[in-house]
């Protein structure tokens, strides 16, 4: 089945150094992120790094600066990640883009969390990123998620789940592919915006007209894992 291929197939998605989360910030407020160039000497250096997170204690209300170069790079190397569909199979592209979305919400339903769960962001929280909410719902918002550099790792951890899935729906051929297509971002959050208004949905083509009984069975059986 192309969905479990797919699975394998996200291997960025597989292990991370990100030591940012949730438990980083349970005693720490985070403050800013500053080049190397702007520390000043009040803030005590932890590594060495082009760019730093800067954060307090709460417990002294002393700073300190934590290289986050490893968290820049795993985000250029998601970023070179294009979409490559066969030519013949472009009209489509919008239905996979739902169907990968589709997948994306119910992984967060599976029992075994077999799935990079840890590493991605729910479907409400990436609405709101994309849409540049998430000052106006601080308090909805875990800590993690206010942090700018945070905020592009989960939109193209988000975007190459969405390319790898449709690379596998269409089981491409370098030789007859189509390039990356210049509105595929505002494609993306255009129809993360429609499914988060239809959902729930029961089957995958109520959104795309389109049949696909491998993924409605293949997200049934992790729902119903789940309850």
């Known amino acids: ?27 720490k407020v985070y403050v800013e992120i500053l ?24 417990y002294h209300q002393l700073f ?11 985000i250029e190397t998601l970023n070179a990640f294009q979409i490559s569909i066969p030519s013949s199979q ?21 029992y075994q969390k077999r799935w990079p769960i840890d590493l991605l962001l729910p479907l409400m929280f990436l609405d709101n990123l994309f849409c540049q909410n998430v000052k106006d719902n601080q308090e909805c918002f875990p800590k993690t998620y206010r942090i700018p550099c945070l905020h592009q790792l989960f939109i193209k951890r988000f975007y190459y789940f969405i390319i790898q899935y449709c690379y596998y729906r269409f089981q491409c051929q370098d030789a007859h592919s189509l390039t990356h297509p210049y509105h595929f971002e505002n494609l993306v959050q255009n129809k993360l915006h429609q499914y988060i208004q239809h959902s729930p949905i029961q089957n995958i083509s ?19 894992n789940g309850s």
């Open 64 to 74: 300190y600066a934590v290289g986050i170069d490893d968290i820049n790079e795993e």
């Open 1 to 27: 089945m192309y969905i479990c291929e797919f699975f394998q197939s996200l291997t960025l998605l597989q292990s991370s150094s990100c030591w940012l989360n949730e438990a980083f910030f349970e005693d």
């Open 35 to 58: 080049p190397k160039e702007k520390l000043t000497s009040q803030i005590c250096v932890q590594d060495n790094a082009q760019n730093y997170l800067i954060y307090k204690d709460s």
């Open 206 to 224: 109520e959104l795309t007209y389109l049949e696909n009984k491998a993924l409605d069975q293949f997200v049934r059986k992790m729902s119903q």
């Open 90 to 110: 472009a009209i489509y592209l919008e239905a996979s883009v739902i169907e990968a979305i589709y997948l994306y919400d119910h992984i967060f339903d599976d």
